[in-house]
């Protein structure tokens, strides 16, 4: 798979439901971000989660890393119709001390929940 | 909360026609950014700008477009004669360090 894959693909579960969504991506990175996209808009920021950290939590989210597996997961806990949305997850080259915020995107869970 | 703003959200242009993609990131942020998403495609890192100079650039960022600061708060793209390959929504983003914002994005359909 390439750099920051998701799966599945597409998900659909009633509101209430948990929803899992995971990013599986190939070289070493500094960080992961999870991003949020409703249809035709902008990039809403989830949540950051360093190489350094495990898990991450924020609200209803809860993000985990395990970078010998080179994955990540996102679960959305308690969904509702407002959480439907495209899911993004996006890796980093950042390269030591130096800053280019070069993200590589996946394509992405488009997740529906259903009321 | 300080937010990414990018103008126009949507334009319309003729091939090989120039276009000014406007952005005013958010106002402590140092890196600024701009990335593409081709309808049903994965959203492109295009272009990364620090400290007045352009820090890395992708492949697709060829010498049709550009980037400018002009003053304190705009950050500017620059595609200097569009092509139909180049209708794509386009962000700008900003961060004061890892954490990377974006704005709603611009349509551009070059027809």
């Known amino acids: 798979s390439q750099q920051g894959e998701e799966d599945p693909q597409a998900l659909s579960i009633q509101e209430g439901e948990n929803a899992t969504m995971n990013c599986s991506y190939k070289?070493?990175?500094?960080?992961l971000q999870w991003y949020r996209q409703n249809s035709g808009r902008g990039l809403v920021h989830l949540i950051l989660i360093r190489s350094n950290e495990r898990e991450k939590h924020s609200g209803r989210l809860r993000v985990t890393l395990d970078t010998s597996k080179k994955s990540s997961s996102l679960l959305i806990t308690a969904s509702r119709a407002a959480d439907t949305a495209s899911y993004f997850c996006a890796t980093d080259d950042w390269a030591g001390g130096t800053s280019y915020g070069k993200l590589t995107f996946g394509q992405g869970t488009i997740l529906t929940v259903h009321p | 909360e300080p937010e990414v703003t990018q103008t126009p959200s949507h334009q319309v242009t003729q091939m090989g026609q120039e276009v000014i993609l406007r952005c005013v990131p958010i106002s402590n942020h140092l890196y600024f950014y701009w990335y593409r998403q081709i309808l049903g495609q994965k959203v492109e890192f295009l272009v990364s700008f620090y400290n007045n100079e352009i820090s890395e650039k992708s492949e697709i960022f060829d010498d049709q477009f550009s980037v400018e600061r002009p003053d304190g708060s705009n950050f500017t793209l620059k595609i200097r004669s569009t092509k139909l390959e180049d209708s794509a929504m386009y962000f700008c983003?900003?961060?004061?360090?890892?954490?990377?914002?974006f704005g709603e994005g611009s349509w551009l359909t070059v027809v």
């Open positions: 070289t070493s990175i500094n960080n």
């Open positions: 983003a900003s961060s004061e360090l890892n954490t990377i914002y």
